[in-house]
């Protein structure tokens, strides 16, 4: 199979800044792609895994948006409470045609 850059890219990353009265207490980092804690159709997902998802949605498995679905799942189970989608900052995903990570079958 051959890809092609196509100037879209994927957020790899979800940082969560832990606050207490007003002062942070706590930064995590947690990567969607080569964490040995998160697994995602039967392993852990690799860049190249990662960039050749298709878009997708949440409910179709082997896509991005299900992919970042379970990321989030996952996360949030370790911070009881959180809910990614109220507090995120930035979206899933961009583009910039000077680099990027997606890849689509030419």
């Known amino acids: 199979m051959a890809y ?3 100037g879209d890219y994927r957020y790899q990353y979800v940082e969560i800044i832990k606050i207490v009265d007003g002062v942070v207490d ?3 980092i947690y990567s969607i792609t080569d964490n040995p804690n998160f697994h995602y159709g039967g392993g852990e997902v690799t860049e190249t895994a990662l960039a050749r998802l298709p878009e997708g949605d949440e409910a179709q498995a082997g896509t991005y948006l299900n992919l970042l679905f379970h990321f989030k ?17 930035n979206t ?3 583009t910039n045609a000077t680099w990027c990570v997606i890849a689509i079958d030419i």
């Open 4 to 6: 092609t850059n196509t």
């Open 26 to 28: 706590n930064v995590n």
């Open 73 to 89: 799942a996952y996360v949030e189970a370790i911070y009881t409470g959180l809910d990614i989608d109220a507090v995120q900052t």
């Open 92 to 94: 899933p995903y961009g």
